[in-house]
């Protein structure tokens, strides 16, 4: 009985002891959970970039870029006599490189022809005018004939007033004015000039020469305007 009792003593002592221990150390583990501190909180700045905001406008502004390249004229025209004859003269600058002036003659045809032409044309208007003058004058005089015999009666055709002989005298009298106008033309046309300052590329009449209307005599080209081909690279035309 005493062997048991002694036993039983010494186990109660063992899990006492452990009690305690274990009592010991959650005791121990509260105390330091409780009395630990927090980690300190500290604040992270961003870093950014400094920037410099400033208003902005559009605005046209030139850009200059340099390049080289050919002169060449903007258009060349071809120098076609719009008359037939005969070239009787031609400027001093009408050679290859030549410049001229506008208006000026630079070559001069053989006018005789045209000019007897605007005469004979003159002279047909004067005919035509005369004729019409006449007709309208015996239409007055019809008219008042007609009056005397038939007092209170209308002419029953036009043909007594001479109404279809004044149509045709009108009719034939502008008929010769073009012509005039059209001799007149061809006559001024005898000199051969160009509207614009330039420079002649290439010429192939001369005096003695027979020129035929539509045939080409000249090239010519402005001064007064002018093209320059200029090659640029890619990162020059970004504007």
């Given at each position: 009985?005493?062997?048991?009792?002694?036993?039983?003593?010494?186990a109660?002592?063992q899990?006492?002891?452990?009690?305690v221990v274990?009592?010991?150390?959650?005791?121990?583990a509260k105390?330091?959970?409780?009395s630990?501190?927090?980690?300190?909180?500290?604040?992270?700045?961003?870093?950014?970039?400094?920037?410099?905001?400033?208003?902005?406008?559009?605005e046209?502004?030139?850009i200059?870029?340099?390049g080289?390249?050919?002169?060449?004229?903007?258009?060349e025209?071809?120098?076609?006599?719009?008359?037939?004859?005969?070239v009787?003269?031609?400027?001093?600058?009408?050679?290859?490189?030549?410049?001229?002036?506008?208006?000026?003659?630079?070559?001069?045809i053989e006018?005789?022809d045209?000019?007897?032409?605007?005469?004979?044309?003159?002279?047909?208007?004067?005919?035509?005018q005369?004729?019409?003058?006449?007709e309208?004058?015996?239409?007055?005089?019809?008219?008042?004939?007609?009056?005397?015999?038939?007092?209170?009666?209308e002419?029953?055709s036009?043909?007594?007033?001479r109404?279809p002989?004044?149509?045709?005298?009108?009719a034939?009298?502008?008929?010769?004015n073009?012509?005039?106008?059209?001799?007149?033309?061809?006559?001024k046309?005898?000199?051969i000039?160009m509207?614009?300052?330039?420079?002649?590329?290439?010429?192939t009449?001369?005096?003695?020469q027979?020129?035929?209307?539509?045939?080409?005599?000249?090239?010519?080209?402005?001064?007064?305007?002018v093209?320059?081909?200029?090659?640029?690279?890619?990162?020059?035309?970004q504007?």
């Amino acid at each position: 009985m005493i062997k048991i009792n002694s036993k039983l003593k010494k186990a109660l002592i063992q899990i006492a002891l452990v009690v305690v221990v274990l009592a010991g150390g959650v005791k121990l583990a509260k105390k330091l959970v409780t009395s630990k501190k927090p980690p300190a909180r500290k604040e992270i700045k961003q870093l950014a970039p400094l920037l410099t905001a400033s208003i902005v406008h559009a605005e046209d502004i030139q850009i200059t870029i340099k390049g080289y390249g050919t002169v060449k004229p903007k258009a060349e025209v071809k120098v076609i006599p719009q008359v037939s004859g005969k070239v009787i003269a031609c400027h001093p600058n009408f050679v290859n490189g030549g410049f001229f002036k506008a208006g000026q003659a630079l070559i001069t045809i053989e006018s005789d022809d045209y000019r007897f032409a605007v005469e004979a044309a003159q002279a047909a208007v004067a005919r035509d005018q005369v004729r019409l003058d006449t007709e309208l004058a015996e239409a007055v005089v019809a008219k008042q004939e007609w009056a005397d015999i038939n007092p209170d009666k209308e002419p029953t055709s036009p043909l007594v007033l001479r109404e279809p002989q004044i149509k045709d005298a009108k009719a034939q009298l502008q008929a010769s004015n073009a012509k005039l106008a059209t001799a007149e033309l061809n006559l001024k046309r005898t000199v051969i000039s160009m509207p614009f300052d330039g420079r002649i590329a290439e010429e192939t009449g001369d005096i003695g020469q027979y020129l035929m209307a539509g045939q080409s005599v000249a090239t010519v080209y402005s001064t007064e305007s002018v093209e320059i081909v200029v090659p640029l690279e890619d990162h020059e035309l970004q504007w």
